[in-house]
Each structure stands twice: as structure tokens, then as C-alpha cells.
């Protein structure tokens, strides 16, 4: 997140601003492999983004309220009523400081 916001910061003065655009919309708000964290207390890991930056599909791995692992769920945050439009996420996690790891999650380990 804070390489992104310096790259949208920097896109001004130091980059061509239509590229680091581009480049932005690309990767999304959060790029696939990001954990986390949804205003229901879930963790999730960012499997790809939508055409809404703030909204990617994210797999669902644990609850933080009942500090429980659960069975991985995928939801695309973008679609309405029920199907994770009504979830959003409130900020990114250190998957270290929860023992997960985001490349198994994704099955590239």
C-alpha cells in the first residue's frame, strides 16, 4: 500500500502520470496476495482485482473474532446482496503476524 500511495504521489513529478495510472488500475488498490482485513473481522488474501479498485475478490481464511481458521471462501467484494458487496475491507494485515501465508493460500506453493 505505502509503495503505491508514493508511486500515485511521485506520479507528478517523477513518472509519466497516464502510465503510473495505468499501472495502478492494473496491480489494483491491493494486489493479489495482499491479507486483508474486512469490517466483519474476517482475513482474507486478495485473489484478483475488479473493475472497482477498492473492491477485489478476496478468499476468506480467518476470523479474527473467534481466532479461528475457517475453510477458505472466496467473495468478490464489487457484487451485491449477500455475495460480498455488503463486506468491505477496513485495512492490510501483516501475514506474518498471523502465520499465514498468502502464496499457499493462492496454491503457488
Known amino acids: ?5 508514493k508511486l500515485y504521489g511521485w506520479s507528478r513529478s517523477h513518472f509519466n502520470e497516464e502510465l503510473a495510472h495505468r499501472f ?10 495482499t491479507l486483508v482485513q474486512l469490517q466483519s473481522g ?6 484478483e482485482s475488479t ?3 477498492l473492491r477485489p475478490v478476496v478468499r476468506l481464511v480467518y476470523d479474527t473474532k473467534r481466532d ?5 471462501k472466496d ?6 446482496n449477500g455475495k460480498g458487496g455488503e463486506e468491505r ?11 499465514i501465508n498468502p502464496l499457499k493460500i ?4
Not at 42 to 47: N, Q
Not at 68 to 72: D, E, G, R
Not at 75 to 80: E, Q, V, Y
Not at 89 to 99: D, H, Q, S, T, V
Request: aromatic share 8%; with cysteine.
Open 89 to 99: 475491507i477496513i485495512g492490510y494485515e501483516c501475514a506474518k503476524r498471523w502465520r
Open 42 to 47: 474476517m482475513l482474507g488474501v486478495v485473489v
Open 24 to 33: 495502478i488500475r492494473c496491480i489494483g488498490i491491493y494486489p493479489a496476495g
Open 1 to 5: 500500500m505505502e509503495v503505491l500511495r
Open 75 to 80: 467473495i468478490d467484494l464489487s457484487k451485491p
Open 51 to 53: 473493475d472497482s479498485l
Open 68 to 72: 479461528w481458521a475457517v475453510s477458505p
Open 106 to 109: 493462492l496454491g503457488i506453493t
